[in-house]
């Protein structure tokens, strides 16, 4: 017989460490490049990792996965503003 309900929680899955990757180097991206291909690999790198965001913190559980998601909702601020400033300088 099988049971399926001792699931051990993580404290993060695979994905969302992904996601967090991919904000990580697109923030660093464009805080250093302004301009040219190295800025819009970048700001598709950090698009992907929004798109992630969305997907993979869905329904974050428990305290540690919420505060995941909160540090990368302030990931995804700052992504957006460095696009801003990318994109207006």
Known sequence: MTHTGDETRRLATRGQVVVLGLLSAGIAM???????PVFWCGALLGIAGIGGYFVQFDTPRGAGQWLLAAVGFCMVFMFGLQLLIGVFS
């Open 30 to 36: 464009l805080a250093k490049w302004h301009e040219g």
